[in-house]
């Protein structure tokens, strides 16, 4: 019985990795063998990543302008949000809540909702057709700011007492005390907002015209001139690029999930 | 410093922010939703009736509201199932959790790249099954987070006491989840607008009509600038949003309240 559920197991892997193999699989087989459902080319070659790495000019820059939004739009949340969320513990609970209670709203609109607003605020400070325009409205996202505050309300009050009866500043109560607490609050930040800018199309596509801006995630290999290989080897290479972000996180990812869904 | 000064400036950035990106403009769509955006005269409720009129967006709001009333609670049960199968911690399972994880760290790229494989077409269906692919793992890395949190001891108090392994899921563990069983359904309601990434990828910027959501229609309005519409239909669906998750939320309180 036991055995059994090991097999199913083993057998379930396989097939929730599957699609990996198969992105592998297809960017090592050649050009003329790709027909369907291949798991092993007969004739392995490594001609579309010394395609997709030397020929394609798009993809270096696409590529690059996605890790760029992500590192910038990551670091002004984080430089924004944990300070403010750490603040919003210690100020007045009646001004806290109308505070809360705007951040939250604002973070459960979709952008069907947002799309016209932000795109008269762009237009306004003269920032559409550039990546400042898409970066700085996420910057200041609601949700990190929330995500913050519910791990700080959730550390033991005791804490930053001690440190301010042992005579603490306020910012070293901050910076020595609360911070390194909520370390793994800030990975699951980190992580969400990989996960959502990373495969962000929505604003670039209405916000920036000049394709030379656009993240990866708009890249559309199909209607390019380039072979299914070097489409394989793309996708394999950016699968295996974040799974591995991720798994570097994951462990204080969920450790930060589980101190703010404690009550 | 004193300490109040040094709270205003920490938080004031993201007040600021917050103000001049989103709270603003969004009161200001308010206001604009009333008047006709060329002539600049008031409209009342006519820039609303327009919108609730046209044929286009009643088929997007079905189309976004049938895909919501299907996708979540498979996937509410399906990604806490997994978490429950998962939730004892071995090298087997951690294998498990990865591979569950994969389709959502798998880029957009990838992704199309399967589905011209698997489908011949890009329905309601073919759309269903992507996007509850791609995002199960996430929820059920939230519900293992609130498992996490129901302390060792009641389970062990439950074997004791001679409950089987249904009888501890039912009787003690999901009743502990039921704060994590609001944030997974928060993020699923937030996320199923963003299905729109996994259409523009399956068929580009003219979707079929069974997936043509409330994201086409917005779109379609940006390019023709019908400013009026615009405005009208995001303050309609920013209403309906807030307040149902509002009475969702007191629902949920409310019931708290009675099991004291």
Redesign the interface.
Known sequence: MKRAGKGMKLLLIFVLFYPLLFLLAGSLTGEMEISGWVLFPQYPTAVSYVELLFDIPEFYVLFWNSVSYVICIIAGQLAIAVPAAWALTNIRPALRKVIIVADIAVAVLPFQVRMLPEYLVLKDLNLLDCPAGIILPEVFSALPVLIMYYSFSNQPKALKESARVDGATEFQVFYKVSLPVAVPAIATCVILALLEYWNMIEQPLMFIKNKSYWPLALFSPGDAEYGMGVVFAMAFFLSVFVLLIFMLLQKYFEEGLSTISKE | ?S?RC??????L???A??A????V??L??ILSSFFQSQTGAWNGFGNYMDVMGSQSFRLAAANTLKFMLISIPVMLVLSLAIAVFLSEKSI??M??K?????????????V???C??LFDSSGFEELLFIYIWKYTG?YM??W???I??VPLELKDAAYLDGAGEFRYIKDILLPNLK??GF?CF?FM??NS??V??EI??MT?SYPDENIYM??HI??NW?KEFS?DK??A??VL??VS??LF?LAVFMLLDKGRRRDG
């Open positions: 410093m300490k040094l709270n205003v400036l920490l938080v950035p993201s007040i922010g917050v001049v990106f989103w709270a403009p969004f200001r769509l087997l399972n294998w498990l990865e591979g569950v994880i994969l389709p959502l760290v798998m880029p957009a790229a990838a199309s790249v399967f011209g494989i996430l890395l939230v293992l987070s609130g996490a949190n704060q994590v944030i928060v309601f937030i607008f963003k729109f990434r523009y990828l580009g409330l994201q917005f779109n940006f400013v615009m405005s239909g995001a669906s920013a949003i807030l998750l």
